[in-house]
């Protein structure tokens, strides 16, 4: 009895060490961000709400208010999430709009012209934008509340 | 491991043994798991399709001549209600909207390059039918609004 137990312990324990060498030696489970600094395409993610109403622009905002206020026309601009986020070529990540829907991004390449970029805004629409670095990418989502939600992905990487 | 970061890894295969056996539990289990990871596995494909389809024939020569036709439709539309999308553009905004709006009334969807040129920064969109305008006009910010036609917030 007991040394089935030792047999069954010293199992468990060879399983275990097995996984652990294996999630090792992918080098990924834990380590998501260890890519090569290369082939990480850092995002900045801002989603504004614009509305007629008087209220002014959120500090955090008057950069894309300066880019925008000459196309599009609103009174006020207030920033309802602020991300970055960290992808690796091929990485989908997620952010979340305040009204549920969900926008996905996905690094296709990266090149001298700047970064591929798949967006997917959840009941809006889909595209495919090769954006420099630094280049706003706006997208409007629609309505909410009493005005429009706005996207700005802007990529961010060291060149 | 967050549960996004659970499913990227899932998706690329990145997972250890165990760690794959316990998350294809949870994926029999949670049906919203699943359809997180079709929808994962889905972002990008139809921009790889198109990147590998031959380039389309040049559609904007055909389409500019049309464009005061176009607008005068716009205009009729617009009157019918759609003032209040087009009244979220400024004046330069309106200018520059009309191209775009052309090309998504003519399309349904821009193919590569049209009509900022193929140097744009929007090589593809898809918006599912509605109209939608995208706006290059300053040097480092491009601008894609899709107007109205259709519930915004059902899903894909």
């Known amino acids: 009895m007991r040394a ?16 652990g060498a294996s999630a090792q030696g ?6 998501r961000g260890i890519a090569p600094a290369g082939d990480r395409v ?10 007629d109403r008087e209220g002014g622009v959120d500090p955090r905002a008057r950069d894309l208010d300066r880019k925008l206020s000459p196309q599009l026309r609103y009174r006020s601009m207030r920033v309802l999430r602020e991300q970055r986020v960290d992808l690796r070529l091929d990485e989908v990540g997620t952010v979340k709009l305040p009204d549920g829907r969900v926008v996905r991004l996905r690094p296709m390449h990266k090149g001298p012209d700047g ?6 805004v959840e009941g809006s629409v889909k595209l495919d934008a090769r954006a420099p670095n630094h280049h706003k990418v706006v997208i409007g989502a629609g309505e909410y509340e009493d005005g429009n939600l706005a996207i700005s992905i802007e990529p961010d990487y060291e060149e | 491991m967050s549960r996004e970061q659970q499913l990227q890894a899932y998706h690329d295969g990145e997972l250890s043994r165990l760690a794959r056996w316990r998350f294809e539990r949870r994926l ?5 798991l699943r359809r997180e990871l079709r929808e994962l596995a889905r972002v990008g494909e139809w921009v790889r399709a198109g990147h590998r389809a ?10 500019a001549p049309r464009l005061p036709a176009a607008d005068a439709r716009r205009s009729a539309e617009s009157a019918r209600g759609r ?43 898809d918006s599912g039918g509605r109209d939608v305008m995208v706006l290059e006009g300053a040097p480092d910010t491009t601008i894609i609004w899709v107007i109205g036609g259709g519930d915004a917030h059902e899903s894909v």
């Open chain 2, 28 to 32: 029999r289990r949670e049906p919203a």
């Open chain 1, 115 to 120: 970064v591929l970029i798949a967006v997917d």
């Open chain 2, 54 to 63: 031959p380039e389309p024939p040049d559609l904007w020569a055909g389409i």
């Open chain 1, 42 to 51: 850092p995002v900045n993610v801002m989603v504004v709400h614009t509305s």
């Open chain 1, 4 to 19: 089935s137990s030792v047999v069954l312990t010293l199992s468990i324990a060879l399983l275990l060490a097995a996984e």
């Open chain 2, 83 to 125: 003032s209040r999308d087009l009244g979220w553009l400024a004046p330069a905004g309106a200018m520059a909207a009309t191209a775009g709006l052309a090309v998504a009334f003519a399309m349904g969807w821009l193919s590569p390059g049209a009509p900022p040129g193929p140097e744009g920064v929007v090589r593809w969109l």
């Open chain 1, 26 to 31: 992918k080098g990924k489970v834990e380590g």
